[in-house]
T-cell receptor
Framework: DVKVTQSSRYLVKRTGEKVFLECVQD?????MFWYRQDPGLGLRLIYF???????EKGDIPEGYSVSREKKERFSLILESASTNQTSMYLC????????????FGPGTRLTVL | AQTVTQSQPEMSVQEAETVTLSCTYD???????LFWYKQPPSRQMILVIR??????QNATENRFSVNFQKAAKSFSLKISDSQLGDAAMYFC?????????????FGDGTTLTVKP
């Protein structure tokens, strides 16, 4: 079975802190994704990566950056956390073919105080 | 840009009954794939069913089936013989057939309640 793990299920940070969310997949998938899930807004893509050191902006990249130094790991970075970044963050991975499903991690619920 | 619309924020169904969740999408592409994902409470999102746009036959997976109307750009999910374990948020998703475009567009989700 594909396994996508995220470093924390719950995280509480203060405004202005630098926050790292880590995601690791064990199926050698080329694609990895970071989404933000908010009530009534569905899943919104923040960034995705289709190869090591490659990244593309999604629909809401402002205030976020990403890093992919190894194929299995995709990190989301909040350079200076703000209260409007309080949300559920979902990581996903998939093979590169468009018909392939995405495999999701359990999510990190981030609260910024 | 593609858009995906789920017009039913919440739905409920009696156990053992049938329920249909709606999804419409907008695209100018002819090659694409459509997905339904299920997110149970406090659990990971998983794939329910997938449909290739070039296939006229509707996809089925056990109690789950879709009604794919390409001309109408409609992709509804039918759950037959609903079970308590079907209670979840369901997301419809669109993915381009362009192999360089790995990302998907998701709808806002429909929360399904199953009543015993």
């Amino acid at each position: 079975d594909v396994k996508v793990t995220q470093s924390s299920r719950y995280l509480v940070k203060r405004t202005g802190e630098k926050v790292f969310l880590e995601c690791v997949q064990d199926m050698d998938h080329e694609n990895m994704f970071w989404y933000r899930q908010d009530p009534g807004l569905g899943l919104r893509l923040i960034y995705f990566s289709y190869d090591v050191k490659m990244k593309e902006k999604g629909d809401i990249p402002e205030g976020y950056s990403v890093s992919r130094e190894k194929k299995e790991r995709f990190s989301l970075i909040l350079e200076s956390a703000s209260t409007n970044q309080t949300s559920m963050y979902l990581c996903a991975s998939s093979p590169p073919r468009p018909w392939d499903t995405q495999y999701f991690g359990p999510g990190t619920r981030l609260t910024v105080l | 840009a593609q858009t995906v619309t789920q017009s039913q924020p919440e739905m409920s169904v009696q156990e053992a009954e049938t329920v249909t969740l709606s999804c419409t999408y907008d695209t100018s592409e002819s090659d694409y794939y459509l997905f339904w994902y299920k997110q149970p409470p406090s659990r990971q999102m998983i794939l329910v069913i997938r449909q290739e746009a070039y296939k006229q036959q509707n996809a089925t997976e056990n109690r789950f089936s879709v009604n794919f109307q390409k001309a109408a750009k409609s992709f509804s999910l039918k759950i037959s013989d609903s079970q308590l374990g079907d209670a979840a948020m369901y997301f419809c998703a669109y993915r381009s057939g362009n192999t360089n475009a790995g990302k998907s567009t998701f709808g806002d989700g429909t929360t399904l309640t199953v009543k015993p």
